[in-house]
């Protein structure tokens, strides 16, 4: 029995349009997704002015997103970023937190994400911290669910160098001091993990005292190296991440948003060759013809990437050129570097 699936909307760069979010829950509502969270890092204020409430406008627009989604069967959760709560947690934070909480379920959320990632972490109290932060906020939702993102959300030593050595037994005292009620994000052994290992999934439950919510970083391509690719091959090693493991399954997508449709419907197909399985979710995506070419193109666009020769994208402008779907054009746009994501955007954002 497979968990149930959902998008986490939590990459770098140009986030989504409203009419891009709308599309991508009417294709995968219907095809049995039941969770979006929403916490693209474009948006400053569910990160660097977390403490700021959204302006009008983007409020309005953030509460229509919440009804489209349930409209289509799919839970709304936000995920907020709430930068130096981590070293500083005192009265004056944790009623400025409170506001903020407050404001958010005004928006009609079914549920929040409390990200601690891309956070300097290595605190001997950290996880008390957590736990103490986390259960306020689940006094505060109403009774709306809660999950958890890590400082450390994976075993992957990157995070150690980035963010400061984990402090010891970090992980086991979040486990043992939260709720069980609350959900704990996990990406597996590495920060962007080609597989789950039923090994892996079975020691991190036991670890977290509970099954891990995946944050699974395939197929995002956010970020310097990764947007020069186009990650349309299907999924592969997630064999484990059944329900019985897994409490919910997260997908992280690619920054185009039609393309991206493309792997995530072949997480419900019954397997074969990669080609035939892209083929097969391209051409029920956006047509035969179109997805006939992007199955033919699939070697380049996802494996050589912006790497390919100067003759190979020429062919492809003209390929895809003449294209009118939105698909084609974000190959196009992907060609002429208006995907590209930098350092400096992952660093500030």
Same mark, same amino acid.
């Given at each position: =029995?497979?968990?149930?699936?959902?998008? !986490?909307?939590?990459? &770098?760069?140009?986030?989504?349009?409203?009419?891009?979010?709308?599309?991508?829950?009417? *294709?995968?509502?219907?095809?049995? &997704?039941?969770?979006?969270?929403?916490?693209?890092?474009?948006?400053?204020?569910?990160?660097?002015?977390?403490?700021?409430?959204?302006?009008?406008?983007?409020?309005?627009?953030?509460?229509?997103?919440?009804?489209?989604?349930?409209?289509?069967? #799919?839970?709304?959760?936000?995920?907020?970023?709430?930068?130096?709560? $981590?070293?500083?947690?005192?009265?004056?934070?944790?009623?400025?937190?409170?506001?903020?909480?407050?404001? %958010?379920?005004?928006?009609?959320?079914?549920?929040?994400?409390?990200?601690?990632?891309?956070?300097?972490?290595?605190?001997?109290? %950290?996880?008390?911290?957590?736990? @103490?932060? *986390?259960?306020?906020?689940?006094?505060?939702?109403? +009774?709306?669910?809660?999950?958890?993102?890590?400082?450390?959300?994976?075993?992957? /030593?990157?995070?150690?160098?980035?963010?400061?050595?984990?402090?010891?037994?970090?992980?086991?005292?979040?486990?043992? +001091?939260?709720?069980? *009620?609350?959900?704990?994000?996990?990406?597996?052994?590495?920060?962007?993990?080609?597989?789950?290992?039923?090994?892996?999934?079975? @020691?991190v439950a036991e670890t977290?005292?509970?099954? /891990?919510?995946?944050?699974? $970083?395939?197929? !995002? $391509?956010?970020?310097?190296?990764?947007?020069?690719?186009?990650?349309?091959? /299907?999924?592969?090693?997630?064999?484990?991440?059944g329900a019985s493991t897994?409490?919910?399954?997260?997908? $992280?997508? =690619?920054?185009?948003?039609?393309?991206?449709?493309?792997?995530?419907?072949?997480?419900?197909?019954?397997?074969?060759?990669?080609?035939?399985?892209?083929?097969?979710?391209?051409?029920?995506?956006?047509?035969?013809?179109?997805?006939? #070419?992007?199955?033919?193109?699939?070697?380049?666009?996802?494996?050589? +990437?912006?790497? =390919?020769?100067?003759?190979?994208?020429?062919?492809?402008?003209?390929?895809?050129?003449?294209?009118?779907? /939105?698909?084609?054009?974000?190959?196009?746009?992907? %060609?002429?570097?208006?995907?590209?994501?930098? %350092?400096?955007?992952?660093?500030t954002q």
């Open positions: =029995m497979t968990a149930p699936l959902g998008i !986490v909307e939590g990459f &770098f760069g140009r986030p989504y349009s409203w009419a891009e979010r709308g599309m991508m829950a009417d *294709a995968l509502g219907p095809r049995g &997704f039941m969770h979006w969270t929403y916490a693209p890092k474009a948006d400053r204020y569910l990160r660097r002015d977390w403490q700021i409430p959204h302006p009008a406008q983007e409020a309005e627009a953030l509460a229509a997103f919440g009804v489209h989604l349930r409209a289509r069967g #799919m839970a709304f959760s936000v995920g907020l970023s709430p930068l130096g709560l $981590n070293e500083g947690y005192d009265a004056t934070a944790r009623a400025t937190l409170k506001q903020r909480i407050g404001q %958010l379920c005004d928006l009609g959320i079914d549920a929040l994400a409390l990200l601690f990632d891309d956070m300097k972490g290595d605190f001997p109290d %950290l996880a008390a911290t957590q736990v @103490r932060i *986390a259960h306020d906020v689940v006094d505060w939702l109403g +009774g709306r669910a809660l999950t958890l993102c890590p400082s450390y959300y994976s075993d992957d /030593p990157v995070l150690d160098r980035v963010f400061g050595a984990r402090p010891e037994g970090y992980l086991e005292a979040l486990g043992q +001091g939260l709720d069980p *009620a609350i959900g704990i994000y996990w990406t597996g052994e590495k920060v962007c993990s080609a597989d789950y290992p039923a090994s892996h999934l079975e @020691r977290l005292r509970r099954p /891990p919510t995946l944050w699974d $970083n395939y197929p !995002v $391509n956010d970020g310097p190296r990764m947007y020069r690719h186009l990650h349309l091959r /299907p999924f592969s090693g997630r064999e484990a991440c897994v409490a919910r399954h997260e997908i $992280n997508p =690619m920054t185009q948003a039609h393309l991206g449709l493309i792997p995530l419907l072949t997480l419900l197909d019954e397997g074969g060759c990669a080609t035939a399985r892209v083929e097969a979710a391209a051409v029920a995506l956006l047509g035969a013809e179109l997805g006939q #070419m992007i199955a033919e193109d699939l070697i380049v666009l996802h494996d050589t +990437g912006l790497d =390919m020769a100067d003759t190979e994208q020429t062919r492809l402008r003209r390929r895809y050129g003449t294209q009118a779907h /939105p698909a084609a054009r974000e190959i196009i746009d992907w %060609l002429d570097g208006k995907t590209a994501i930098s %350092l400096d955007e992952v660093q």
